[in-house]
């Protein structure tokens, strides 16, 4: 899979991958774009079922640093399979990338988190039993240590540049389940008592297999909600996609500084 990535962009190397969450595909267009490659041409590369998700490897330039950007994920809810990002991952880190940079839509377990605010992810709680290593054999790495897992000085320099460009972030907990109802508000009650700020169907798995490839992690969460029951109502995905469109600008403004700056 390497090799068509190599034939489409040759000698490109890049230094960041990014995944983009839900509705927040539009940050490609701060990429100066070297080649688009559909996952579809990509052995390994996930199909993705969610509309809001193109399912395109962006390779090109952000300033100065070279990036692979997935403008797409696949999530363990579209087919039960929680290492449905694993040959895409491995594809970054073959490609030379060090890091790995996320961004998701979530929902918030803080009223001091309204919609629209962004939450720069400091740990995770894996609250779905699965794991994408499940499978992964002896001699291969399988028992990979998840201490700050979020790179604390690569989370510094990203809250430093969302303070930069005006934006508040805030810092935060991140809990992952499978999806794809959304939560119970009292599955939400119980993530609350355990430590959670942010709710989500993605990231955790991703930030596993990175880990696993040797990767370092940081990670950007958008609220497009209050999680179930924080606040009286239902909750549906087409207001995580209005409120991703609304905020993106935001995103796209916090992770352009941050790239800009990556290599400095
Ligand atoms: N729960 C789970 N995933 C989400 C949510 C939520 O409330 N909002 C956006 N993604």
């Not at 803080?110 to 605010?117: C, E, I, T, V």
């Not at 990979?144 to 930069?164: E, F, G, I, S, W």
């Not at 958008?222 to 993106?248: C, D, F, R, S, W």
Request: proline residues 6%; glycine residues 12%; hydrophobic residues 45%.
């Amino acid at each position: 899979m390497n090799a068509i990535i190599a034939q489409r962009a040759p000698g490109f190397r890049p230094k960041v991958g990014a995944i983009l969450g839900s509705g927040l595909g539009s940050f490609v267009e701060a990429v100066k774009a070297v080649a688009v490659i559909p996952y579809g041409d990509l052995p390994g590369f996930p199909e993705t079922t969610v509309s809001s998700h193109a399912g395109n490897l962006v390779l090109g330039h952000v300033g100065p640093t070279p990036v692979a950007v997935l403008q797409g994920r696949a999530h363990y809810y579209e087919r039960g399979r929680a290492d449905e990002m694993k040959g895409a991952i491995q594809a970054l880190a073959e490609l030379g990338c060090e890091t790995l940079l996320q961004t998701n839509a979530a929902g918030s377990l803080r009223l001091d988190m309204p919609p629209g605010s962004l939450m720069a992810i400091t740990d995770h709680i894996n609250f779905t039993g699965a794991n994408p290593l499940f499978g992964v054999g002896p001699g291969h790495g399988r028992f990979v240590d998840m201490v700050d897992a979020y790179d604390p000085a690569l989370t510094r320099r990203l809250l430093a540049a969302a303070k930069k460009v005006n934006v508040a972030c805030h810092e935060g907990v991140y809990i992952w389940f499978c999806g794809p109802s959304f939560e119970t508000p009292a599955e939400i009650r119980a993530a609350r008592i355990l430590g959670a700020d942010a709710v989500g169907m993605s990231t955790a798995p991703e930030t596993i297999l990175a880990r696993h490839a040797g990767l370092k992690v940081v990670a950007l969460s958008l609220m497009t909600n209050y999680a179930a029951g924080l606040v009286p109502g239902p909750l549906g995905h087409e207001q995580t996609i209005a409120v991703a469109k609304e905020a993106a600008q935001n995103v796209k403004r916090v992770l352009c500084t941050f790239l800009e700056s990556y290599g400095a």
